[in-house]
Protein backbone atom coordinates (compact mmCIF):
# COMPACT_ATOMS: atom_id res chain seq x y z
CA UNK A 1 0.00 0.00 0.00
CA UNK A 2 1.16 3.52 -0.50
CA UNK A 3 3.10 4.77 2.64
CA UNK A 4 4.47 8.28 3.05
CA UNK A 5 7.10 9.09 6.07
CA UNK A 6 8.09 12.02 7.14
CA UNK A 7 11.42 12.77 9.25
CA UNK A 8 13.54 15.64 9.75
CA UNK A 9 11.51 17.78 12.55
CA UNK A 10 13.24 18.85 15.82
CA UNK A 11 13.29 21.27 18.65
CA UNK A 12 15.02 24.24 17.09
CA UNK A 13 15.45 28.24 17.65
CA UNK A 14 14.23 30.89 15.98
CA UNK A 15 16.44 31.49 12.71
CA UNK A 16 17.62 27.91 12.61
CA UNK A 17 16.72 25.39 9.45
CA UNK A 18 16.20 22.21 9.68
CA UNK A 19 15.17 19.37 6.19
CA UNK A 20 12.23 17.52 6.20
CA UNK A 21 12.14 14.61 4.61
CA UNK A 22 8.96 12.20 2.94
CA UNK A 23 10.03 9.32 1.61
CA UNK A 24 7.35 7.42 -0.06
CA UNK A 25 7.22 3.68 -1.23
CA UNK A 26 4.18 1.99 -2.94
CA UNK A 27 3.56 3.94 -5.87
CA UNK A 28 5.23 5.07 -8.47
CA UNK A 29 6.76 8.47 -7.24
CA UNK A 30 7.42 10.10 -10.49
CA UNK A 31 3.71 10.37 -11.54
CA UNK A 32 2.78 11.81 -7.78
CA UNK A 33 2.92 16.07 -7.65
CA UNK A 34 3.75 16.69 -3.69
CA UNK A 35 2.85 19.03 -1.32
CA UNK A 36 3.51 19.94 2.36
CA UNK A 37 1.22 21.07 4.80
CA UNK A 38 1.43 22.09 8.46
CA UNK A 39 -1.06 22.27 11.57
CA UNK A 40 -0.32 24.49 14.12
CA UNK A 41 -2.46 23.55 17.58
CA UNK A 42 -6.29 25.03 17.57
CA UNK A 43 -5.45 25.71 13.86
CA UNK A 44 -6.84 24.46 10.58
CA UNK A 45 -4.12 22.60 8.78
CA UNK A 46 -2.95 25.19 5.83
CA UNK A 47 -1.16 24.93 2.57
CA UNK A 48 3.00 25.48 2.83
CA UNK A 49 4.15 24.27 -0.23
CA UNK A 50 4.04 21.89 -3.45
CA UNK A 51 5.84 20.59 -6.35
CA UNK A 52 5.11 18.92 -9.49
CA UNK A 53 5.49 15.10 -10.46
CA UNK A 54 9.15 16.66 -12.45
CA UNK A 55 9.84 19.26 -10.20
CA UNK A 56 9.81 21.73 -12.76
CA UNK A 57 6.88 23.34 -11.09
CA UNK A 58 6.63 24.53 -7.56
CA UNK A 59 4.34 26.80 -5.49
CA UNK A 60 4.46 28.59 -2.06
CA UNK A 61 1.87 29.69 0.72
CA UNK A 62 2.81 33.45 1.10
CA UNK A 63 4.50 33.35 5.14
CA UNK A 64 7.09 30.60 3.98
CA UNK A 65 8.37 32.09 0.48
CA UNK A 66 11.88 33.10 0.39
CA UNK A 67 12.20 31.05 3.73
CA UNK A 68 11.45 27.61 2.92
CA UNK A 69 12.05 25.46 -0.24
CA UNK A 70 10.24 22.68 -1.60
CA UNK A 71 12.36 20.01 -3.92
CA UNK A 72 12.33 16.27 -4.74
CA UNK A 73 14.41 13.68 -5.77
CA UNK A 74 12.69 10.78 -7.93
CA UNK A 75 15.34 8.36 -7.84
CA UNK A 76 15.27 8.03 -4.27
CA UNK A 77 11.03 8.53 -4.11
CA UNK A 78 11.13 11.39 -1.55
CA UNK A 79 10.39 14.90 -1.24
CA UNK A 80 12.24 17.43 0.81
CA UNK A 81 11.04 20.38 2.51
CA UNK A 82 13.99 22.99 3.55
CA UNK A 83 13.27 25.26 5.99
CA UNK A 84 15.20 28.21 6.63
CA UNK A 85 15.07 31.18 9.20
CA UNK A 86 12.36 29.55 11.83
CA UNK A 87 10.37 31.76 13.36
CA UNK A 88 8.24 30.76 16.21
CA UNK A 89 5.12 31.02 14.49
CA UNK A 90 6.38 28.38 12.32
CA UNK A 91 6.11 25.84 15.06
CA UNK A 92 3.77 22.69 13.80
CA UNK A 93 3.22 19.63 12.83
CA UNK A 94 4.15 19.20 9.31
CA UNK A 95 2.57 16.65 6.84
CA UNK A 96 3.37 16.06 3.21
CA UNK A 97 0.78 14.58 0.66
CA UNK A 98 0.74 13.03 -2.77
CA UNK A 99 -1.35 13.24 -5.31
CA UNK A 100 -1.20 11.15 -9.04
CA UNK A 101 -0.89 13.85 -12.01
CA UNK A 102 -1.18 14.01 -15.21
CA UNK A 103 1.20 16.23 -16.52
CA UNK A 104 4.82 17.24 -15.57
CA UNK A 105 4.35 20.75 -14.28
CA UNK A 106 0.88 20.37 -12.33
CA UNK A 107 0.47 20.90 -8.36
CA UNK A 108 -1.79 21.00 -5.80
CA UNK A 109 -2.27 23.55 -2.85
CA UNK A 110 -5.57 22.41 -2.00
CA UNK A 111 -5.71 19.61 0.72
CA UNK A 112 -8.35 18.28 -0.49
CA UNK A 113 -6.56 17.16 -3.64
CA UNK A 114 -4.51 14.48 -2.47
CA UNK A 115 -5.34 11.00 -1.82
CA UNK A 116 -2.70 9.80 0.30
CA UNK A 117 -0.92 11.44 3.70
CA UNK A 118 1.87 10.86 5.93
CA UNK A 119 1.63 10.83 10.00
CA UNK A 120 3.31 14.19 9.86
CA UNK A 121 6.62 15.66 11.81
CA UNK A 122 6.91 17.88 14.47
CA UNK A 123 8.99 21.38 14.19
CA UNK A 124 8.52 23.64 17.29
CA UNK A 125 10.49 26.61 17.63
CA UNK A 126 11.32 28.22 20.89
CA UNK A 127 12.35 32.11 20.31
Known amino acids: QVQLVESGGGLVQAGDSLRLSCAAS????????MGWFRQAPGKEREFVAA????????HYADSVKGRFTISRDNTRNTAYLQVNSLKPEDTAVYYC????????????????????WGQGTQVTVSS
Open 97 to 116: AGEISGTDTTYYTGSRSYSY
Open 26 to 33: GLTFGLYA
Open 51 to 58: ISRSGGAT
